[in-house]
């Protein structure tokens, strides 16, 4: 079963089990700014789980003018985007699209109906969907942040962001020395690195920026560590989009990607620094004597059983997942 047709009563209790369950990150979107007293309600007790919620409405900017309740948040990020006209929910396991209002959820004159879309069941319907709203939020207009929301762009570094950097090699890079705050390439051409991680340390984004804009691949990953997608931009313009489908075995996803996934999963499980980590890296250097962790999360994410035959690097654990999945 893909996706679940929702009544308005279904729609309103799972948006607020949407809420209930979440363990990292709660997503809204709502043209319109009024919520209930038992949203509200809800999300304080998420902020208090350090659960990070962001909240991006549309329409009128100055609807949220005379509203106090999110004051105290810490975990919230308000923001504000005219073109908004979609109801969607969502946390870290599933999706709500819907024509539900916030303000609704008690009932309401209208026959609001609305779908769930589950990451374990249909995983590409919601990591598309996801793609769409980190479009949205990336061009909306910040109105509130909590203490503990602030923007990547606010608080990272270069010179701290380039020594964490992983996979430099890929990208065609050797040096990590920065010539104020920018890396060169063997082009000659200056850059400037990003990353963003999930609030668990796991690298969410990475890439690099021309003139402040997006250039080259940008590698987007789940937030179990694996990737999810590979953007391709040209001076801040969108070219290509890879998407990493590992269900569909017509469709082989890059080696290059698999290590990507299992490194980030590493850094995850076992908070351990990847810069270095490559094909050729021993596993044990990274996991110590646990590597079952890595092998047991790597099977779950690519629901697949005993993929491992006792691999010593990154390089044999790649054509290991690699065999399981295309041969």
Not at 135 to 155: M, P, R, S, W, Y
Request: proline share 3%.
């Amino acid at each position: 079963m893909a996706a679940e047709f929702l009544s308005p009563v279904g729609t309103s209790y799972q948006i607020d089990r949407l809420i209930s369950e979440a363990n990292n990150e709660i997503v809204f979107f709502t043209p319109v700014m009024k919520l209930q007293e038992s949203v509200i309600l809800r999300f304080q007790q998420a902020d208090q789980r350090n659960v990070r919620i962001t909240l991006l409405y549309g329409k009128e900017r100055n609807q949220i003018r005379g509203q106090r309740w999110f004051k105290e948040f810490k975990n919230l990020r308000i923001l504000h985007h005219d073109k908004l006209n979609t109801f969607l929910f969502r946390n870290e396991k599933e999706m709500i699209l819907t024509s539900m209002g916030l303000a609704d959820l008690s009932g309401s004159k209208h026959w609001d109906m609305g779908l769930l879309i589950s990451k374990m069941r249909d995983r590409k319907a919601y990591e598309d969907g996801i793609y769409e709203q980190e479009l949205l939020i990336e061009h909306a207009e910040e109105v509130f942040a909590g203490a503990n929301f602030q923007k990547t762009e606010d608080t990272a570094r270069p010179e701290e962001i380039i020594q964490d950097m992983p996979y430099l090699s890929y990208f065609g890079i050797e040096n990590r020395t920065l010539v104020t705050g920018k890396l060169k390439a063997p082009s000659g051409k200056m850059y400037v690195p990003e990353m963003e991680f999930y609030n668990d340390g796991t690298i969410k984004l990475q890439g690099f920026k021309k003139t402040r804009q997006r250039h080259g691949e940008w590698i987007f990953y789940t937030y179990e560590g694996f990737v999810r997608e590979v953007v391709i931009y040209e001076n801040g313009s969108y070219v290509d989009k890879i998407y990493c489908d590992y269900e569909n075995p017509a469709k082989q996803i890059s080696k290059y990607y698999l290590l990507f996934g299992l490194g980030n999963s590493v850094k995850k499980l076992y908070d351990k620094n990847i810069s270095e980590l490559y094909f050729d890296s021993p596993i044990q250097k990274y996991t110590g004597l646990d590597k079952t962790k890595l092998f047991y999360h790597a099977e779950r994410f690519l629901k697949k059983r005993s993929i491992f035959d006792q691999p010593e690097t990154f390089q044999e654990m790649v054509d290991q997942v690699y065999a399981a999945l295309y041969e």
